[in-house]
């Protein structure tokens, strides 16, 4: 139960491949970027990184999980206390989920390329998983 309902709060990275990694990896600085608070920021990516993001909470709060699956890359890993997992076993996981309310704290953004970057934040959530109630907050990062 635990894992369905870390898997499910997104408490992730997303990678979408060791390809996609290496070529990022060819274009970063030799100096990386710094973090910064999202808020002071504001750059058009920072704003649709964000937005996709909370789009893909959104889904989960409605309960479209199709739109949730259409809005997560083939490729994603999920990562959590417990290890990882492909897209289609957090499909699996959120079957059974019912978010009923979720928020994003200190979100920070780190820019990778000109069009992607990583976000980071505290989520707190509440819902219903598989039967049973939860309320958590957990540290997310998402490609």
Partial sequence: ?????????????????VELLGRLAARTPARPPQ???FAA??????????????EGLDALKSGDLQRFADLTADEAVFVD??????????????AGLTLKEYSMEDVKFLPISPNTGLISYKASETGVSHGKEFTVQ???SSI
């Avoid at 139960?1 to 491949?17: C, D, N």
């Avoid at 920021?41 to 909370?54: K, L, M, V």
């Avoid at 990882?84 to 076993?89: D, E, F, P, Y």
């Fill in 1 to 17: 139960m635990k894992r369905a309902t870390a898997l499910t709060v997104m408490a992730l990275v997303v990678i979408s491949g």
């Fill in 41 to 54: 920021g504001d750059s058009a990516t920072e704003q649709q990184i964000i937005s996709s993001e909370r």
């Fill in 35 to 37: 973090a910064h608070n």
């Fill in 81 to 94: 206390p417990h290890g990882s997992a492909s897209k289609a076993q957090v499909l699996e996981h959120v």
């Fill in 138 to 140: 957990v540290y997310v």
